[in-house]
């Protein structure tokens, strides 16, 4: 059986996304919005109503950080993020359950912490260019310095980058401190 469940304008054309450990889903929007869908929340689930934009009330959006394209009325973001992952373990140390999307055009990740964006960036190389993320907790005992968000930096032009010629894909490692003087 497949359930198919439709974001509400003005949100459309889901990207990259992750499961929370409540069951929610979080995903990139190509709108410009940062979605979750709690199907727990819809009160049609099947039947000849279950169209796929049955259940709006399943759905929040979440315009992303940024100016909408010039002439777009329309509420969102020019943002064009592509992947989201969902820090169900707390890695990072923002949150358990806390979902992160990469903001391509942010240069940075856009994690949505108690419904703010919290922005990653990374300030040199221009511009920080994402596909993917994945947390990992080396040593549950060494507090921050244990764990880490991973990702990559690529994209298919490196040479185009303010680097120039010769610039190589890299992985980039975030760790935040519980606060600026942690050991």
């Not at 929370?20 to 919005?33: C, E, N, Q």
């Not at 359950?97 to 940075?108: F, H, K, R």
């Not at 947390?135 to 303010?162: C, Q, S, V």
Request: aromatic share 12%.
């Amino acid at each position: 059986m497949t359930e198919i469940y439709e974001p509400p304008l003005p949100g459309y054309g889901p990207r990259g996304g992750d499961i929370d450990s409540k069951g929610v889903f979080w995903a990139s929007l190509a709108s410009g919005h940062f979605a979750s869908f709690d199907r727990s929340k819809c009160k049609v689930l099947n039947g000849p109503t279950a169209t796929g934009k049955h259940c709006a009330e399943g759905w929040t959006l979440y315009p992303f950080p940024g100016p909408q394209f010039k002439g777009v009325s329309d509420p969102g973001s020019a943002e064009s993020s592509y992947y989201t992952w969902v820090d169900q373990f707390n890695t990072l140390g923002l949150g358990k359950d806390v979902p992160i999307a990469t903001g391509n055009l942010n240069s940075a990740l856009l994690a949505l912490v108690d419904g703010k964006f919290v922005t990653l960036r990374v300030p040199y190389v221009n511009d920080y260019f994402t596909k993917g993320m994945d947390g990992r907790i080396d040593d549950a005992n060494a507090g921050w310095k244990g764990r880490a968000l991973w990702t990559t930096y690529a994209t298919r032009t490196m040479f185009h980058l303010e680097t120039g010629k010769g610039t190589m894909p890299k992985v980039v490692r975030f760790q935040l401190r519980p606060d600026p003087l942690a050991n």
